[in-house]
């Protein structure tokens, strides 16, 4: 990991009463990389990204996070009675030319025209793409992707893929995007980390250039398939 860290967290401990979700976790960011956060279905990921968007401040252990950070989750979660401008301006906190910030993001995600639509009359892809915009405008260090493709169907997951490596590319926050989709992790991300006991079990890093195609990363794919403990019959 080149550059300087955008987000550092040591020894890690998080119980919900006698249950403890993570411990001993190490974990870093680097200034503009793109991390991927694997693991099977509730070994804390979103209990971890809840943590460092600090929503979640009741842990041991050290966290930092520097600068500013931005959240979109599976749900776009937009406001029904707020126009679609409204919505992705609706997270900053030093306002000022609102409109313009919000048609310059929603340019960047390729809704120019939309700033006056209402969010239920647009589709699952375009309401997330909304969603990618507010968490832009507001210029985060540190990107925050909790399943953001998890809900839309597979061409348009595939769409928002290029899209987000796109801004990405643009914008050089540092990510962490948490996903079930191994193959989706290893399109987009520079590491792969596998979360497992409470704490990063398996760490891949990916260097293949970009933008990469189906295939790129194979024997990554298998070992990372391995760490879930997932036999895939298709590669044996
Ligand atoms: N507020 C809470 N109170 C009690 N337990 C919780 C709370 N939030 C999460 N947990 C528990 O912590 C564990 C980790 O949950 P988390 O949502 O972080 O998992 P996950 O890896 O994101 O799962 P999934 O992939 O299914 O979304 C789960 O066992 C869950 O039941």
Redesign the pocket.
């Known amino acids: 990991m080149a550059g300087e860290l955008i987000a550092r967290v040591r020894a890690l401990e998080k119980a919900?009463?006698d249950?403890v979700?993570l411990s001993g976790l190490d974990l870093d960011i680097g200034q503009g990389e793109f991390v991927a956060l694997l693991?099977?279905?509730?070994?804390?990921?979103?209990?971890?990204l809840r943590i460092l968007a600090g929503t979640d401040s009741t842990v041991d252990g050290e966290v930092i996070v520097r600068g500013t950070v931005s959240v979109a989750f599976q749900q776009p979660r937009l406001l029904p009675w707020r126009r679609v401008w409204r919505n992705v301006v609706l997270g900053l906190r030093e306002h000022g030319r609102d409109r313009e910030k919000a048609e310059q993001a929603l340019a960047g995600v390729r809704l120019t025209g939309y700033g006056d639509a209402w969010p239920r009359t647009l589709s699952g892809g375009e309401a997330q793409r909304v969603s990618l915009a507010r968490a832009l405008v507001r210029e985060p260090r540190l990107l925050l992707l909790d399943?953001p493709f998890g809900a839309l169907d597979a061409l348009t997951r595939l769409t928002m893929h290029r899209l987000v490596e796109d801004l990405w590319q643009r914008h050089r926050p540092g990510v962490l995007l948490?996903t079930?989709d191994v193959d989706e992790a290893l399109l987009l991300a520079d590491r792969v980390l596998v979360?497992g006991d409470g704490r990063v079990i398996a760490e891949h890093v990916l260097d293949r250039p970009r933008p990469r195609r189906p295939g790129d990363h194979l024997a990554a794919r298998a070992g990372i398939l391995t760490d879930l403990g997932v036999t895939d019959h298709a590669l044996a």
């Open positions: 919900f009463g249950r979700v693991g099977r279905s509730g070994s804390g990921k979103s209990t971890l399943e948490v079930h979360l």
